[in-house]
């Protein structure tokens, strides 16, 4: 590799010449230029349009004002021309449209179904809690109805599989 003196740089070919930061100042003032710039240039399309008739009797159109002793008239210009794509961009955004107002059904739905479990949970929990308390008070006779309508009473073995299955109830169920 050869090695170049600082005298030297400025014979180098430009990529290899270190590169040099220009101010931050000197690139708003470039940036800003730039900006007058363009807004200068768009002034001619948004200027007004005069339209009279010359003394030949030919219609002129000019963005300067006609003579003093000529009658003119102010055009509008021309409207922008249309978006060939206006039909496809309503049709995407009538879509998305559709599919936010189906997820948001959706969603409501999910929600009236979560608070339809948590409340049928809560009332088999009250359920639950209620024949526990029943089942441990020893003095009551507990019974339930059979095929026939006809009561059936709990012996010991009955009262304690149905106290399993409350507390199983009441485990399942019942939140802390």
Do not use: H
């Not at 363009?38 to 349009?49: D, E, I, K, S, Y």
């Not at 005069?50 to 963005?63: E, H, L």
């Not at 021309?78 to 206006?86: E, L, M, Q, S």
């Not at 359920?127 to 095929?147: H, I, P, S, T, V």
């Amino acid at each position: 590799m050869t090695r170049i003196s600082i005298g030297q740089t400025a014979l180098l070919p430009r990529p290899m010449r270190r590169r040099q930061r220009v101010p931050l100042r000197i690139r708003l003032r470039v940036a800003v230029a730039a900006a007058l710039a363009l807004g200068l240039m768009a002034a001619p399309a948004a200027a007004t349009m005069y339209k009279w008739v010359d003394a030949n009797g030919r219609v002129v159109y000019s963005d300067q004002p006609p003579p003093a002793n000529v009658k003119s008239e102010i055009v509008n210009p021309p409207p922008p021309p249309a978006n060939p794509n206006a039909a496809r961009e309503l049709e995407d955004q009538d879509a998305a449209n559709k599919q936010k107002e189906k997820k948001r059904a959706e969603d409501a739905k999910a929600a009236e179904k979560a608070q339809q479990t948590v409340q049928r949970r809560r009332e088999a929990c009250a359920n639950a809690l209620g024949q526990l308390k029943a089942l441990q008070a020893n003095n009551e006779n507990f019974f339930r109805f059979n095929d026939k309508g006809e009561k059936v009473y709990y012996n010991d073995e009955m009262r304690r599989q149905e106290l399993g299955r409350q507390q199983e109830i009441v485990r399942e169920n019942c939140a802390g």
